[in-house]
């Protein structure tokens, strides 16, 4: 069934103001139009940001508790919905039903978790130094808060930016990927059933360039938090720069798993392949480095690629299917790429590197589950983010010289080890160059009270994103000085 979609401003759905229209294709089968969308471009931008912007005092003179209902509400409504949103998700971004049903209730948890925070985020009381005084902080809102989300997370990572933004009190303009934005606009459609105001959530899909030259021009947009690629990022950072507001960006990484001698090899190859394939090998925090001791090089090696060829790969609605489609055909054809070049360079490819396109999958951007050997810490694929199932093995001689090239690349987001030695898990801790730390557990995969953010080209570095860490980036703290001592 194709669904259609307008965009969701001031509490209606309304279309385009062009009239451009566009569509999304199932990356399982092509032939499969998912859902229409309206195009939105600059006018749209405008006139949702101009609702934000009318919506605001009302929204932010509730109490934290009143907006926390509506969350709670939503998690409700959320999840009654969970099984048929998950369908979709797949249905359009390719990713296996099983992962799309914890994405789903993986939002469903970030509603339920700020709705329960709601009774109390607020500011602190201080002792002053004299009697009769009190010295206390609000936490307030920043108003107009703008939203730019990726492809590969389509509901979790709207619901993490937009439910603490809510529970701070700002009214929001998201925009999610053209390539999947259903998820964002059913998010709009749950938030208005929960009983939202008009206008404190518009959901445009469309134009990124038109929504970055709004924020760029619009005094009334306060804040941006951006997750996706490093290049649109930094591209926004430096068009923000002269308005001086306040910016999250969440971006791409090139995330290592580390496996010393001493690990448990099967351990190593499982968690290496969950974090490397699954998803498509489409997560932020994928494993794409595997820096391994050379003691165990060869062994830990002939496991892995002993996983990467019983890797099921198929439809995501297929049952048993470990591994979906490539998003798209610049992201499948960008994989294959990645591929050559690394040959070009002397890497060696050990198992993959091939479309597959037999039977359901004749018509899908599918392709094995890849392990490529012999790679040098300074070949392309071991310095550049692939975003794709394609897993580079280095070896090396020593737990220094694994850090040392775990550190050599210019990202750092996530980063695995796999060992039994504590000591070195907590040196490894101490001299990683990463924002996410795991120790014997998949890169991949994070708990939503948890912070959550990179460092280096991955981030900006400022603010977290996830748990109560969230809501410092969407509200500002104000210090009040009362004396009644007179
Ligand atoms: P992308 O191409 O950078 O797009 C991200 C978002 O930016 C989309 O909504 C896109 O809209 C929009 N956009 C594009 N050009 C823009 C512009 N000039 N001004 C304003 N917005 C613009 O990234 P992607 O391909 O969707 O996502 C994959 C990337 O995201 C990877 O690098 C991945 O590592 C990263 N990621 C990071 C995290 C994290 O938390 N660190 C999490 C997930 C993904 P259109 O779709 O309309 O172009």
Redo the contacts with the bound molecule.
Sequence with gaps: MIQNYENFIAGQWVSAVSGKTFSTVNPADIREIVAHYSQGGSADFAAATAAASNAFPKWAALTPVARGRVLSKAAQILESRKAELAILLTREEGKTLAEATGEVGRAVDIFRFYGGLSYVVGGQTLPHDLPGNLLMTRREPLGVVAL??????PIA?PAWKLVPALLCGNTLVL?????A?AMALELARVLAEAGLPAGVLNVV?????????E?ASNPAIQALS????????S??YQ?LAPRMIRVQL????KNPTLVLADADLDLAARLVATAGFGLTG?????TSRVIVERAVLENFTEKLVGLAKNWKVGSGLSAGVQMGPA?NAD?FEGNFQAIRQAQLEGARLIWGGERLSEGEMAHGYFMQPTVLGEVTPFMTIAQE?V?GPVVAVLGVDSFDEAISVANGVPYG?SASLVTRDFKKALQYAERIECGVVKVNQISTGLALQAP???VKN??TDTFR?QGTAALDFYSRSKTVYLDYSA
Excluded: D
């Excluded at 730019?148 to 997370?153: D, E, G, K, L």
């Excluded at 951006?226 to 990022?233: D, I, L, M, N, R």
């Excluded at 969440?250 to 990484?253: A, D, K, L, R, V």
């Excluded at 489409?282 to 994928?286: K, N």
């Design positions: 730019i989300t990726p492809w590969n997370f990572i925009k999610p990927a053209s390539q934005p899909a469309g134009e990124g360039r038109a929504f970055g030259a924020i951006f997750t996706g690629s490093h290049t649109v990022g591209g926004l068009s969440e971006m791409g990484s489409q997560a932020c925090t994928a998003v992201e983010e975003f987001l959550f953010g990179g991955s981030s994103e």
